[in-house]
């Protein structure tokens, strides 16, 4: 009886230890995966300090912020319309530490975004994406502009602005006044990030903003993110990553917009990143 016990036991711990072992290697297999997918050791890093920071952005997204920051040269600086909890600007202020620039994070931090973190009004989101700036070690890169982007973009008196990220307010009026608002304040070859380029508002805001000359035209995509500006700046892994002059950058496509017609209609009213509560550019 004793021995079937210890040979029960012994398979038991078998099959942990092997369980344990393919889980490591699958780990292990997985890591260097994306190695070899091209990330930099370097995004890696960062990625590993920040994903804790609450957001919408992908790893992909992340990626492309951490590499876009670090071609902005000494002497201009990064500004991004709309920080909440600094999950985007974790990434920014990363990427740009190599070029010694700054990121300007330009938010009013008063809770237009409470999903989650709280349900209570007037969250002051500035506490925590302070806590978080500090906790990766970027305090020193980041200066908050505790307003919303056109009176940030009014009164700006900075370096010329390298690379301007926005996702703030997604009406096609709040996109619109974000790039015309930064627009004299870019360097002339400023690279321009647009998150959620299949939102309505912010695909027509920014259509319009190109048709109109105020901004270069799109040039690729990544995931949810538009380019603007020279796609010759791009570093080698942007070009990778992105879409280039991918014309469904500005629209869903016959298969996705028939589905959100006719299979989801609700849909595009459903819980969102950007509720009504976002402010008005004025
Ligand atoms: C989707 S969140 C930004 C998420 C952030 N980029 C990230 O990746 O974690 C949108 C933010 O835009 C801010 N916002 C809304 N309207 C704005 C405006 N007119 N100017 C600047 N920020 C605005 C909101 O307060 C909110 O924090």
Partial sequence: MGQVVQSVKGWVDDAVGATYSGLSAARDGFAERRRRRGE??????AF????????WLNRKEAE?????????????DIVEV??????STAFLAQGASAAGVTVHAVDPFDGGQLQLVSREENFDTSKQFWRNMREIGVAERVEAHVTTSTSAAASYVGR?????FVDGNHSEKAVY????GWAPHLAPRCLLAFDDIGWQGVTRGLHRLCADGVLPPIAGRVDKIGLCGPADLWPER????????????????????????????????GPSPHPAADRDPG
């Fill in 40 to 45: 930099s050791a370097a995004f890696e890093a």
């Fill in 160 to 164: 010329p602005v390298g690379l301007l």
């Fill in 48 to 55: 590993a300090r920040a994903s804790f920071i609450s957001g």
């Fill in 177 to 180: 006044a974000d790039g015309s």
């Fill in 82 to 87: 709309g920080s909440y909890l600094g999950r």
């Fill in 64 to 76: 492309l912020l951490f590499e876009l920051a670090s071609t902005v040269p000494p002497g201009q």
């Fill in 238 to 269: 942007v070009r990778t990553l992105a879409r280039a002059g991918d014309p469904a950058a500005t629209s869903p496509g016959p298969l996705k917009a028939f589905f959100r017609k006719r299979v989801l209609p609700g849909a595009a009213s």
